[in-house]
């Protein structure tokens, strides 16, 4: 996967370079952007109720959208990441080791939820 990461983050570079993007894309306006485009796939979800949000998505037209919205979060993310010179995977790693030593599995692993009857709520 990280070949194809690095693959996507060059074509972003020459896309950005291409048309000269490079002057708008300070952290704080890559970091509204991405911020916005995370909106734009919580608005699919927004007033869903849990137990139907997966069910949102066997529509084929509603998850392309979805699935365009993360492609957008994805570019913006990579784009900040490239102009603050961090290694998103490395990043990523390095997170994912202090929620293991945060969050040890044997100490906080939950039970699944049980469900309620109707007539319990």
């Known amino acids: 996967m990280t070949d194809r990461l ?3 983050h060059a074509s972003i570079r020459t896309f950005v ?4 993007w490079e002057q708008f894309h300070d952290p704080k ?4 952007a991405l911020a916005s485009e995370a909106g734009e796939v919580l608005d699919h979800f927004r007033w869903v109720a849990n137990d139907e949000a997966d069910d949102l998505l066997e529509d ?21 990441c490239d102009r603050l010179d961090i290694d998103l995977v490395e990043a990523a790693e390095d ?6 030593q945060k969050y ?12 309620t009857s109707e007539d319990e709520t």
């Open 29 to 32: 306006n890559l970091s509204m």
């Open 60 to 80: 084929r037209e509603t998850k392309e959208e979805v699935r365009r919205e993360i492609g957008d979060v994805a570019l913006c993310l990579l784009m900040l």
């Open 17 to 20: 370079r291409e048309r000269n």
């Open 6 to 8: 690095d693959d996507l």
């Open 104 to 115: 040890p599995a044997d100490e906080v692993r939950t039970e699944p939820a049980e469900e």
């Open 95 to 100: 997170k994912l080791e202090i929620n293991c």
